[in-house]
């Protein structure tokens, strides 16, 4: 049973330690051909690293929890009473005293003592051309590999072979599991949960059975995470002439990352979707300086009062056209067949028949297969249109009033939250949220002087 906490001393000052001469080169170019008029194509390519920060930093020191004991003989007696929760006394906390015995009977979190640090390498490739006068079409394309990504890991669960592969509940593997046994540390774990004559039998087969609860002894941190990112992207951008001035992006791209595993103990991360996906993406963006007024195509010669109502008007829209969020599904019995998926089904997302909702036949002591993430299921999508109006009116040399009127989601329109993914839920497969605001209208005046 080894293992166990360590302390700062003379010879181990710092939390971790840290790697050092990390290289950084970025490199970029831009051409533009001779035998091409008006025509740029750029790139580069570079490694970008992520500091640290405080993370690692926050821990209050010396501290101790009393976990509320309930039995020691697998609940056919109790040992603490609500009149009398904490039968032994409440514990305090030990410092470093106890060396590789504190917390025994507990649960232990500690940090990657030897982190590296994350970092990315980036690459780009644009085309830019002016089409027009006053018109650029830029084509180009985007990749991001990101390695030694921090990622928690619970080093003391059941080990893989002694899970259920059944893609049924497996009632049989759930009692072995959870079977009182002879518990090799009784009476020399007092005050926790594992100081009983018996335990149950997965307590006994992790790594570190000294140590127990939901997440025995979880490293934080580890640089085992990895994403890549790809896109394409297109933009035309209609330079400010004439009043107007317009920006429309479009993008494809694809986000994966291996940020988590399926099992505790699962040698390899899952490879799946990020939270961040959004695989298509157009943002539409303009502004037009109403041409009325003094020194515009209509009414140039208004007086200064007509000036005030008619003069100096702009109106600007912003139009986001964005793919939803992936959904994020539990460890679930799927039968098979199609989900028919409706983002907008607010009473019924997609056919439920297709899972097991018995309460009862849930998986439970099983290795895990389903995924957490597919790309083609997803939650409601981003349609919204954001518009201003605004209004300069000059009243002396020095003095500027501005008054502006903006909308956010004009057309009022429901983005909504993702189902609710719970199959033994009442409200399975029901939308329960709106994930935006409803419309939004405020006004503002500016004195500037």
Known sequence: MNGGPLYASSSNKGIYSTPKANFSPRIGFA?????????VIRGGV??????????????????????????????????????????????????????????????????NPTPKYPYSTRWTLTLQREVFPNVLLELGYIGNKTVKMPVDKNLNGTPVQFLSTSPARDQVAIDRLSQN????????????????????????LGAFPQYAGANGVQEQQLNDGSSHFHAFDA????RFSHGFLMLVNVQYSKLLEKRSRLNDLDPFLEKRIAAEDRPYR???????????GRGKAFMKGANRFVNYAVGDWNVNL????????ALGWGNIIYLGGPLNL??????????????????????????????????????DSVKQIDFSIIKGMRITEKVKLTYRCEFFNSTN?????????????STFGRILGQANTPRRIQMALRLVF
């Open 31 to 39: 051409w533009t051909p001779g035998f091409i008029d008006k025509t």
């Open 46 to 111: 570079g490694i970008f690293y992520f500091p640290y920060g405080i993370i690692g930093n926050q821990a209050p020191g010396f501290s101790q929890s009393t976990p509320l004991v309930a039995s020691n003989d697998g609940f056919r007696t109790a040992s603490a009473t609500l009149a009398n929760p904490f039968p032994n006394g409440v514990l305090t906390a030990t410092g470093s005293t106890l060396g590789l015995a504190t917390n025994l009977g507990r649960n232990i979190t500690f940090y």
């Open 181 to 204: 046994v002879a518990n090799p540390f009784v009476g020399l774990l007092p005050g926790s949960t594992i100081n009983g004559g018996v335990v149950p039998r997965s307590q006994l």
């Open 235 to 238: 933009r035309i951008e209609k």
């Open 282 to 292: 157009l943002v539409w963006s303009g502004t037009y300086d109403l041409p009325f």
């Open 318 to 325: 912003i139009t986001t056209l964005t793919t939803g969020t």
């Open 342 to 379: 409706n983002p907008h089904g607010v009473d019924g997302a997609f056919d439920v028949n297709q899972f097991n909702r018995v309460p009862a036949q849930q998986l439970a002591a099983n290795r895990r297969t389903f995924p957490t993430r597919f790309a083609d299921l997803r939650q």
């Open 413 to 425: 329109r429901a983005i909504f939250n993702g189902p609710d993914l719970n199959p033994t839920s």
